[in-house]
């Protein structure tokens, strides 16, 4: 079966523009998950969705973040106006029904430069 | 809240060595503990999971891990260390439905 796929996998752009990343989940996947990996850090959740609706965005800088998920399935994740601090990859992940602990499947991720 | 502490950003074996990463956590419930490899400009995956039962677990690519309640550790450990793992490699406690993750261990392997 075909993993999870994101777009761009580069993306370099200047501080205070925007920028919009997208993820395509396994299909049939109930949970998308989407990550901060900060270089020589572990990722660090930023928003998770359950089908079109959102469990936990806490974590999320919500002034400048936001995320969506229309119909369940593919989701988007925008910055505006970007930071140097937001330098980062953005990984998607997604999981089978949920809310459970099964494994996430993640994506190659988008690999963000703030400069 | 939950979270692990990984032990040593970079570990050094040679090929057909013995590989130790360490992985302790802090949990107030009982974890489910996770550990997963990341290959250069891809993401990550699974390795294995710990969630209850058998306290050895075993994973893919000859990995296994064993949970210790009273260290509070799941270390990850390969009898025989191969160039092809050589990664990075993250631990990770469940909180809620998702993951906080460790900062990471680099493994190198040399000839």
């Known amino acids: 079966e075909a993993g999870v796929a994101q777009s761009p996998r580069y993306k370099i752009i200047e501080k205070r523009q925007s920028v919009a990343f997208w993820c395509n989940p396994i299909?049939?996947?109930?949970?998308l998950y989407w990550y901060q990996q900060i270089l020589g850090q572990g990722p660090k959740l930023l928003i998770q969705f359950q089908n079109n609706g959102v469990v936990d965005d806490s974590q999320l800088p919500k002034d400048r973040f936001s995320a969506e998920r229309l119909k369940g399935v593919d989701s988007t994740l925008k910055i505006q106006p970007a930071k140097l601090e937001d330098s980062a990859v953005y990984l998607c992940a997604s999981s089978p029904s949920g809310p459970s602990l099964n494994e996430q499947f993640f994506g190659p991720g988008t690999r963000l430069t703030v400069l | 809240a939950q979270s692990v502490t990984q032990l040593g950003s970079h570990v050094s074996v040679s090929e057909g060595a013995l590989v130790l990463l360490r992985c302790n956590y802090s949990?107030?419930?009982?974890?489910?503990l996770f550990w997963y490899v990341q290959y250069p400009n891809q993401g990550l995956q699974l390795l294995l999971k710990?969630?209850?039962?058998?306290?050895l677990v075993k994973g893919i690519n000859g990995f296994e891990a064993e949970f210790k309640k009273s260290e509070t550790s799941f270390h990850l450990t390969k009898p025989s260390a191969h160039m092809s793992d050589a990664a990075e490699y993250f631990c990770?406690?469940?909180?809620?439905?998702?993951?906080?993750f460790g900062k990471g261990t680099s493994l190198l392997v040399t000839p």
């Open positions: 990770a406690v469940n909180s809620g439905y998702a993951l906080n």
């Open positions: 299909s049939g996947h109930a949970t």
């Open positions: 949990s107030s419930v009982p974890p489910y």
């Open positions: 710990y969630t209850t039962g058998a306290t």
